[in-house]
């Protein structure tokens, strides 16, 4: 069923999207822009085998836990249960608004690499558009998301790593495939720089929703695998908060087993260097992580933190510092999110379908910092997490 008289969160924050100002400058109107949201968010929302409904806000709740108070921006019940496809219908809608402007429409199969949540975000959207749409998984993919993209009608590719190698074998094939005439459907920046776009959005609601409650944050903790969830949720809280406000600190959350994003700013950062993250002459500091990476927040197990760079051009900007987690605080965070959440269900509060680990692991960057201090110097205030990423093992 569709969405009714509910804005799209893409028409709502339109005008603080790259996308939108690009198709005013190609000749189309505010209106049309409008009617092609609404046209694209209507075929979401009405795909039998999508999730019912199209791109809404999230809800922003507070949730009391390990006896503090810590605000929760919840995306588990959003288009495939994360923040992935809003990426991914940015990417569609850009194209389909250069195409009535009268550019021509890529006709070739769409391919991503992805171990969970973004694979099921692109598959929704290819969905609901008729897309061919190829995924590249590693071999230890989650059944439950196996199973999801079987029901979407996406082709599946298990890329096995060989031994010695270095990066990610699921990238590895997706830029074959690339080579081949395949065209990008994916959440990398450095793959689709257009991608960071759609997910502004999340930003743009967390500005808005805070805005409404007059509510703030000193501190936001984003898990991050590739980078881009870090990159446009401040991107947009920027965009939304206006250029004279203060951004909270933002605090990029990885497994202590498996953290290519903070081994590269400690190598850029050490004997007290302080270079543009942004400069070319910074490349060298992101190195694959070696061996094959483990973690229960398997979603986040990027070898590469492709989009470091502007994640760091933002820690920066705020005073941020990294959070690396243990394998049992995800589990605890997991947990005390999942009985968070069902709490409020039962109690007809706004809330959200359980997190995985991988959508808890913001919260577990939180509870780490609060118990173990990175920066024990500087304490932590008004805490703000995102859960997105619900367990579909279930």
Partial sequence: MSNGSVPS???????????????????????????????????VADDPAGDGHGFRSGPLVQLTLDGAAVLAKVETGGVGGSHKARHLFGLLLRQVLRERAGSPLDT????????????????????????????????????????????????????HRAAGEAGDPCMRDLEIA??????????????????????????????EQLADA??????????????????????????????????????????????????AVTRLTAGGADPDPLSDDVAWAMEPWPGTPASVASGILDDVTYDWRTVYAHQRATDGWPV?????????????????????????????????ATGA?????????????ASPDVAIGRSLVLLTGADRTA
């Fill in 324 to 356: 690396l987690v243990d394998e049992d605080v995800f589990v605890e965070a997991t947990d005390l999110a999942r009985r968070a959440l069902a709490d409020r269900s039962s109690n007809g509060q706004p809330s959200g379908p359980a997190p995985d």
């Fill in 108 to 159: 070739g199969r769409w391919a991503i690499a992805s171990c969970g949540n973004a694979a099921v975000g692109a598959a929704t959207v290819a969905s609901a558009f008729g897309r061919e749409l190829d995924v590249y998984v590693p071999v230890d993919a989650s059944p439950g998301v196996l199973t999801r993209l079987e029901q979407l009608g996406a082709h599946v590719t298990f890329s």
């Fill in 178 to 207: 690339l080579d081949d005439g395949a065209v990008a459907f994916t959440v990398q920046g450095t793959v689709r720089p257009d991608t960071i776009d759609g997910c502004r959005t999340l930003g743009l609601e967390l500005a």
């Fill in 214 to 263: 007059g509510d703030h944050a000193d501190d936001v903790f984003i898990q991050i695998g590739g980078g881009a969830l870090a990159t446009a949720v401040m991107d947009g809280l920027g965009r939304g908060l206006g250029a004279d406000a203060r951004l909270p600190r933002v605090h990029p959350v990885q497994p202590r087993s498996a953290h290519p994003y903070a081994a």
């Fill in 361 to 373: 692991a913001g919260l577990a960057g939180w509870l780490t910092e609060r118990r173990t201090p």
């Fill in 9 to 43: 969160t893409f028409e709502r924050h339109r005008h603080h999207l790259d996308l939108h100002a690009e198709a005013l400058g190609l000749g189309l109107s505010d209106a049309e822009v409008v009617a092609v949201i609404r046209e694209l968010d209507a075929a």
